[in-house]
Every structure is written in structure tokens, then in C-alpha cells.
């Protein structure tokens, strides 16, 4: 190659690297920019995220004091929750009965009905003038506080509406609260209620609370009365069912026995007589029980599918056929029937119900109703309690049989 060519060359291979390192720098800057772009979009990004994220956190510390001031604002019902945890009722005004209530709540309305008509429950400023006139500035207020007076009063009244044993102070709490912003709206004209007034309507909610607890118990007690009224009907029914059958038998027997006398037959009729004095006992028997009023079977019973494994129902009967009364109870009202673990006669089975009952009265199930007579024990406890009385156990059954749940269980 001659030195011409060589240059040639040469050139055209310098020329050819000069456009390689233009290209190469063209692709660096290409990648600079795109990777410029990419931190640009990354930084918008992350900026907006913030943004939002500054919303979001704006928004929820909004929300958070709102929160809290309908907290302060609205009267929590945590004192029926107490109310219901404690499971017993205080009456605030004790009297014996629900007429009482419902007079002594007629006099505390007439009081406050007076207070209304004297225009003394709400009063407000009596130097206030309106547009420069003095006379002006008194309707102002007057017009004010019946306006204030009914806000209160509907306040007050619904809360009778919906009152309910247990929520009387939450009810006092809301009545309290609206007072306050009752007030706070009219502080420019001074106005406020008075405050025999407000201890009116206090007193008005408590007598309320005890009228409809005592109304409560008072049916309760009148149910109760018509299920031993019931109860001691069906007992009565059995009595002259057996003395009838047992007087027949005896008629019967007395008959047979004259015939044999007749006939001569005097072993076979002294056989009979035998037999004869245990029909007339089982007669002075069932008489001295429908006699005895106190008389009957105290049960224990139990029932594994509905209640669980330690927990019966101590009660009594004066039933002739105790289980039949055991069978009622088992009726639609629970899912499976009840099992008897334990029959046991007394000729004071209302005391010895009543003991038992006493004793174990830590373990009631409703601390409040006393009526119903369900605690968390055993059959064997229960018995051990027995042995401190006098009695005849008829029946003892430690495990319940409980076919009904246990056959549910199994399908």
C-alpha cells in the first residue's frame, strides 16, 4: 500500500472513530436525559404521595377533632351498659308500689306546670333593650325563653319517651347537656333555667325509672302468681283423680270383702282387709297432701343441649306425678327437653326449695329476677346441700341422659 492510501485509510478510520465517540456521546446524553426525566417524574411523584399523604393526615386530624367534640357534645351510654353488667336496680325513690309512683310523678308535673304558668321555669334579662325601647327588648326575651323553655322541654320529653330503668342517668347526662347549650344560646340575653326547674325535670326522669321498674316487677309478680295458681290447679286435679281412684278401689274392696264374710270365708276376708288398710292409708295420704300446702317435690333438673354442663334448675312441685311437671317445662321454649337429676320429697318442700336456693345464691345465673331459679352447679353439689335436710330422695341421676342433643349432635 502506497503511502496516499495509506492516508486515505487512515482518515477514513479517524473519521469513522469520530463518529462512533459522537454517537457514544449522543447515547450518554440521550441516557443523561432519560435518566434526568426519570428522577424529575420520581421527585413529582413522591411530591404528589406527600401532598396526599399531608391531605390525608389533614383530613384525619380533622375527623379525629370532630370526634372528639361530639364526644363531649353527645352523652355516652355507658351507665345502662353499667347498669345491665351490675345487674340490679336501685330505685332512687323507693315506694311500694307503681300507683304510688304514678302519683307522686302527677304532683312533680302539676309543680312544674305552676312554674310554666308563672313564667318562672326559664328567665332571662330584664334590662334588655331592642332598637332602643326597653318594652321591645322584654318581648325579645320573653319570646326567647318560650322559645328556650320548649327546646328544654322537648329534650326532657323525649327522653321520658324512650326512657328505659336502666338509662336514667344517661338520660339525666343529656338533660344536663342540653341545659348547658340552651343556655349557652341564650347567654346574650341572660337567659337561664331556673334551677327548681331542672331539679324538677331530674326528679321527674328518676320517678319515671323507678314507675316503669316497678310496673316491671309488678307483672313479673302477677305471672309468677298465675303460673302458681296454675300449678297448684293441676295439683288439685291429681288429688281428686287418686282419691276418686283410690275410693272406687276401696268401695270395691269393702264389697268384696262383706261378700266373702257372707259366704263364710273369713281367712280370705282377712287377707283382703290387709289390703283394704293400705287403700284407706294411700286415701289419709293423698288427703294430708292436698292438705299440706307446703307439701310436694323439690326437683333438680337440668338441660345439656341449651345450658351446658353445669348449670340446673332447682324448683318444686306439689304434683301427685312429679315429672309431668318436669315435661311442662320442657316445652317449646327450650330446644331440648329437661333431664331430672334429682326428686325429693319433703313435707316442706317451699322452705327446703327456699334454702337451697339461699345457699346457692352466689351462683344464680339472673341476679335479678329471683324467679328464675337456674345456677351454675352440679347435681352432686346440689345433693351434698340435701344432706343437711330432712327429706326422701326419690330419684338420683348423676349424668344426664340429654337423648335429644346428644342424637342432634350426632346427625
Not at 75 to 98: C, I, K, M, W
Not at 161 to 189: F, N, P
Not at 261 to 267: H, S, T
Request: aromatic residues 6%; contains cysteine.
Amino acid at each position: 500500500m502506497g503511502g496516499l492510501e495509506y492516508v486515505q485509510v487512515r482518515q477514513q478510520v479517524d473519521h469513522m472513530r469520530a463518529e462512533l465517540a459522537g454517537l457514544q456521546q449522543a447515547h450518554a446524553t440521550e441516557r443523561q436525559v432519560h435518566q434526568k426525566a426519570l428522577t424529575i417524574e420520581r421527585r413529582e411523584h413522591d411530591e404528589a404521595l406527600a401532598l396526599q399523604k399531608k391531605g390525608f393526615e389533614q383530613g384525619l386530624a380533622q375527623l379525629r377533632a370532630e370526634l372528639a367534640a361530639a364526644q363531649q357534645t353527645l352523652v355516652p351510654f355507658t351507665d345502662e351498659l353499667l347498669f345491665q353488667d351490675a345487674g340490679v336496680f336501685r330505685y332512687h325513690h323507693p315506694l311500694e308500689n307503681s300507683e304510688q309512683y304514678k302519683r307522686q310523678l302527677d304532683r312533680v308535673q302539676d309543680t312544674m306546670k305552676q312554674m310554666i304558668r308563672d313564667k318562672t321555669a326559664v328567665v332571662g334579662s330584664s334590662n334588655f333593650t331592642f332598637n332602643g325601647s326597653s318594652r321591645e327588648g322584654a318581648k325579645m326575651v320573653a319570646d326567647w325563653c318560650k322559645l328556650m323553655l320548649r327546646s328544654y322541654n322537648a329534650e326532657a320529653e323525649n327522653s321520658l319517651r324512650v326512657m328505659k330503668a336502666g338509662s336514667v342517668d344517661a338520660a339525666k347526662k343529656r338533660l344536663v347537656r342540653a341545659a348547658e347549650a340552651i343556655e349557652k344560646l341564650g347567654k346574650m340575653l341572660s337567659i337561664e333555667i331556673d334551677d327548681r326547674y331542672e331539679k324538677l325535670r331530674m326528679l321527674e326522669l328518676e320517678l319515671m325509672a323507678d314507675y316503669l321498674q316497678k310496673k316491671q316487677e309488678e307483672k313479673e309478680n302477677e305471672r309468677a302468681e298465675r303460673e302458681r295458681l296454675r300449678e297448684e290447679a293441676k295439683a288439685q286435679v291429681e288429688f281428686r283423680r287418686e282419691l276418686e281412684k283410690l275410693d272406687k278401689e276401696r268401695k270395691h274392696l269393702e264389697n268384696v270383702r262383706k261378700a266373702l264374710l257372707a259366704k263364710g270365708d273369713v281367712a280370705a276376708a282377712e287377707e283382703l282387709q290387709s289390703e283394704l288398710d293400705k287403700v284407706v292409708a294411700g286415701i289419709e295420704g293423698v288427703q294430708q297432701r292436698e292438705a299440706n300446702i307446703r307439701a310436694g317435690y323439690v326437683y333438680v333438673i337440668s338441660n345439656l343441649g341449651a345450658f351446658g354442663p353445669k348449670m340446673v334448675k332447682i324448683g318444686m312441685t306439689r304434683r301427685l306425678h312429679p315429672e309431668e311437671r318436669v315435661l311442662e317445662l320442657g316445652d317449646a321454649s327450650v330446644p331440648f327437653r329437661y333431664d331430672t337429676h334429682i326428686l325429693y320429697y319433703s313435707h316442706d318442700a317451699v322452705s327446703l326449695e327456699t334454702a337451697l336456693h339461699r345457699e346457692l345464691s352466689s351462683r344464680r345465673v339472673n341476679q335479678v329476677n329471683m324467679r328464675r331459679e337456674f345456677f351454675y352447679a352440679t347435681p352432686e353439689e346440689v345433693r351434698e346441700l340435701l344432706k343437711k335436710h330432712g327429706g326422701q330422695v326419690l330419684e338420683y341421676v348423676l349424668e344426664p341422659e340429654a337423648a335429644e342433643y346428644r342424637q342432634s349432635v350426632q346427625v
